[in-house]
């Protein structure tokens, strides 16, 4: 079974750093892209990074360029969600998820929908 | 970037009902296009992919049409289950972009 466990949600203030983890099982995790989607309060679905099965291809949103880097442990079986110079609207659930399709090493191309999802970390950035 | 525009934001409706949800992307995405279902507190669902093509598990009552920039979802038959925030995605490209989403309320 498919299981994606992410953590590491917090408040904090504008301006600090926080980084999630997403803990994967049940599937091949290197043989897969991942990304991370964030959802504000009561808003709709934002798109966040994604980072190739091997870890070497990476692509982000506008909004998190710069701030924001997406990195994975295949060891580990791990995806990672560093966030630095967080502001009041990086305000979000952050949801780890994975792609339907089995990729290359570098692949991180876009033609694919989530299949698995996370439960969801909350960060709070506020004053 | 690509945008999505779904419409309506909300529909009610009531157990029976066919319910269509309309799509439409700022450009043509080839059909690269996903449909979440969402309830409240919980992470968005696969329903359907490849603009028409069903998830396993997924019931029938849930499809999926369009092509280029117009698609639509339609669940045939409402069932207590389906009150939820429907979300079309297109991904045929980065970033990948969501629509606002769909509430369906019960009438």
């Known amino acids: 079974e498919v299981q994606l466990l992410d953590s590491g949600g917090g408040l904090l203030q504008p301006g600090g750093s926080l980084r999630l983890s997403c803990a994967a099982s049940?599937?091949?995790?290197?043989?897969?892209?991942m990304s991370w989607v964030r959802q504000a309060p009561g808003k709709g679905l934002e798109w966040v990074a994604v980072?190739?099965?091997?870890?070497?291809?990476?692509s982000y949103a506008d909004s998190v360029k710069g701030r924001f880097t997406i990195s994975r442990d295949n060891s580990k079986n791990t995806l990672y969600l560093q966030m630095n110079s967080l502001r009041a609207e990086d305000t979000a659930i952050y949801y780890c998820?994975?792609?339907?399709?089995?990729?290359?090493?570098?692949?991180?191309?876009?033609?694919?929908?989530?299949?698995?999802w996370g439960r969801g970390t909350l960060v709070t950035v506020s004053s | 970037d690509i945008q999505m525009t779904q419409s309506p934001s909300t529909l009610s409706a009531s157990v029976g009902d066919r319910v269509t949800i309309t799509c439409r992307a700022g450009q043509s995405i080839s059909g690269w296009l996903a449909w979440y279902q969402q309830k409240p507190g919980k992470a968005p669902n696969l329903l359907i992919y490849?603009?028409?093509s069903l998830e396993s598990g997924v019931p029938s009552r849930f499809s999926g049409s369009g092509s280029g920039t117009e698609f639509t979802l339609t669940i045939s038959s409402l069932q207590p289950d389906d009150f939820a925030t429907y979300y079309c995605?297109?991904?045929?490209?980065?970033?990948?972009?969501f629509g606002q989403g769909t509430k369906v309320e019960i009438k």
């Open positions: 995605q297109q991904y045929d490209s980065y970033p990948r972009t």
């Open positions: 998820a994975k792609d339907s399709i089995v990729r290359g090493y570098y692949d991180s191309s876009p033609q694919a929908p989530f299949d698995y």
């Open positions: 490849k603009a028409s």
């Open positions: 980072i190739s099965g091997g870890g070497i291809t990476t």
């Open positions: 049940g599937f091949t995790f290197s043989s897969y892209a």
